[in-house]
């Protein structure tokens, strides 16, 4: 055969059979490396960086996946998949690479007794529908009762922490997630929720903080306590006040002559400090530095200034005040000035930090999370931050479906009915669907050291016998089939249906792939360096 890739020079090409063996073995392997971690008894990973220095505990799939390099084209769809389920409803990113994979496996399967790629692909999609079918008619809305709709979302809180680090304060944090998301009303704004890491204490300390909190601190011999704060927000060097001689060549004849450009440097910054406190505010905070003299100046003008607040710090502060960020200040009429009620520090642990209280943006609100590490707290913040993604999407999409397995058992069932009336090969990749769908509950069983077949088994039989309205799903602490309503585990339809279908997405794409090609690297010229 004619070549046509220049394979002496690295490039090459795998075809049919190895092509597809490469890509469910690179898919299969992925969401195998996070089917530990699926569920309340999933085990952690330990992430270390190259150098050794960097070490990060989580059971966190899209984190896992995120840190991890990978030259299989299949791994990196699901990678990819794993990442938009995060970005897109915050938790699920685990289920969605182990569905993925587990369709992946049927798919190999039936690829291997000679059913087209293009006839499976045909079956899923109508086991899609089936099956999304089946969870919106399973779904409930309680939104329409306040108080009932806050139990939902305290427990669905309570089931996306259970398999986190923060399952053992689960209540606690439930109640301090939903409280800060009802806050943003309908906004839905995270943005508006901050976080605060302070090493100490215990998880069980953590609390929800009104207003919002800066982890800085007030300047020397300034006020440390505002009210009615007028707050200008800046983006402006404040360190010129000395010539800073390692960046500089100047040629001076004698010591005076230093001295006058100094003088110059200082009036500079004096006539610039001067048009800052004419704007009328009575606290200044920057994003960089405040050297000593224009520090001294704002003290001596009872102006509280602020040094250093990071760029993520700055930027939520002027959307919570409600104010602009400025880097010149000729025009002090244009500028809008950040407004609160109070500022004042605050002690955590053995730490002051600034709190601004009575924010324009009134659903401003700061979790303070306190724990024995820096690792534990890193943790805790994305377990938090999953919480707090998924409840802001079950306030926009009210829905709510059982957890613990019963979803999955509830789609399986509707997918093996339309297998029955499917004529035609088709119907084996139905069937295989409906396989895949029951194999989450059997990973969340094999993850908590029980026997997966014996309890899917009787979820199976228990579903089928009470057909509509079955809320039976896995008791993990009991070892059991249990009640999910009485159990109180449920999650957000949104969440579930787009697992179910970033999974189902992901399996059809790599299943289309009949061959992969690979280019030749850069060639580099010998005369050029590296």
């Known amino acids: 055969t004619p070549k046509i890739l220049r394979e002496d020079q690295g490039a090459g090409e795998e075809k049919g059979e190895m092509a597809r063996l490469s890509v469910f073995l690179g898919g299969i392997a992925v969401s195998d490396l996070v089917k530990t971690t699926l569920g309340p008894k999933g085990m952690d990973k330990i992430l270390q960086s190259a150098s050794g220095k960097d070490v990060t505990f989580t059971n966190d799939g899209a984190t896992i996946l995120k840190s991890i390099n990978i ?45 087209h790629p293009q006839v499976i692909i045909r079956g899923w999609r109508k086991a899609l529908k089936a099956a999304q079918t089946a969870l919106q008619a399973a779904s409930i809305d309680n939104s329409g009762d306040a108080a009932k709709f806050r139990e939902d979302l305290i427990n669905v809180a ?3 922490l259970s398999s986190k680090i923060l399952a053992s304060h689960k209540d606690h944090f439930s109640k301090l997630a939903v409280d800060a998301v009802l806050r943003l009303k309908s906004s839905g704004d995270l943005g508006a929720i901050q976080i605060i890491k302070k090493v100490g204490g215990s998880m069980q300390d953590s609390y929800l903080e009104e207003g919002f909190i800066l982890d800085k601190k007030i300047g020397v011999g300034q006020p440390k306590r505002i ?9 402006t060097p404040m360190d010129t006040d000395k010539i800073k001689i390692f960046g500089a060549r100047v040629k001076v004849d004698s010591v005076e002559q230093l001295a006058q450009i100094e003088d110059a440097e200082k009036q500079k910054m004096k006539e610039k400090v001067n048009k ?9 905070i920057d994003r ?3 050297y000593n003299f224009p520090e001294q100046m704002f003290t001596q003008a009872g102006v509280m200034a602020i040094e250093h ?25 244009k500028i809008k000035l950040g407004r609160c009620d109070l500022i004042e520090e605050v002690v955590v642990g053995e730490d002051k930090l600034l709190r601004f209280s009575g924010v324009p943006k009134g659903e401003a609100c700061s979790v303070v999370l306190r724990g024995a590490s820096r690792h534990i707290l890193d943790e805790a913040e994305r377990s938090l931050h999953d919480a707090l993604c998924v409840l802001v999407q079950c306030v926009k999409n009210t829905r709510i479906v059982w957890g613990g397995g019963c979803s999955e058992m509830l789609m399986a069932r509707a997918v093996d009915e339309l297998a029955l009336t499917i004529a035609g090969k088709e119907a084996i990749a139905i069937e295989a669907f409906g396989r895949a769908l029951r194999s989450i509950p059997s990973i969340l069983c094999e993850n908590a050291g029980l026997d997966g077949n014996e309890i899917v088994a009787q979820l199976r039989s228990t579903h089928y016998q009470h057909k509509e309205g079955c809320n039976a799903g896995i008791d993990i602490e009991q070892g059991t089939v249990g009640d999910m309503s009485v159990l109180r585990v449920t999650e957000s339809l949104k969440s579930k ?23 030749a690297p850069r060639q580099r010229k010998g005369d050029q360096c590296g």
């Open 158 to 160: 309570r089931t996306t």
């Open 227 to 235: 009210e009615n704060a007028k707050i200008l927000i800046a983006n």
């Open 309 to 333: 607040a990071d760029f993520e710090g700055i930027e939520r502060l002027a959307k919570v005040l409600d104010g602009d960020i400025v880097s010149t200040f000729d025009r002090p009429e």
């Open 71 to 115: 030259d299989n084209p299949a791994a990196k769809i699901i990678v990819e998949v794993s990442k938009t389920q995060d970005l897109e409803v915050g938790d699920g990113t685990t289920t969605v690479a182990v569905l993925a994979g587990e369709l992946l496996r049927e798919a190999e399967k039936l690829v291997n007794q000679k059913i």
């Open 288 to 290: 960089q530095l405040i």
């Open 497 to 519: 249906m787009q697992s179910l279908v970033s999974a189902h997405e992901a399996a059809e794409m790599i299943l289309r792939v009949d061959e992969i090609i690979r280019c």
């Open 276 to 284: 800052i406190l004419a704007h009328g505010c009575n606290v200044f």
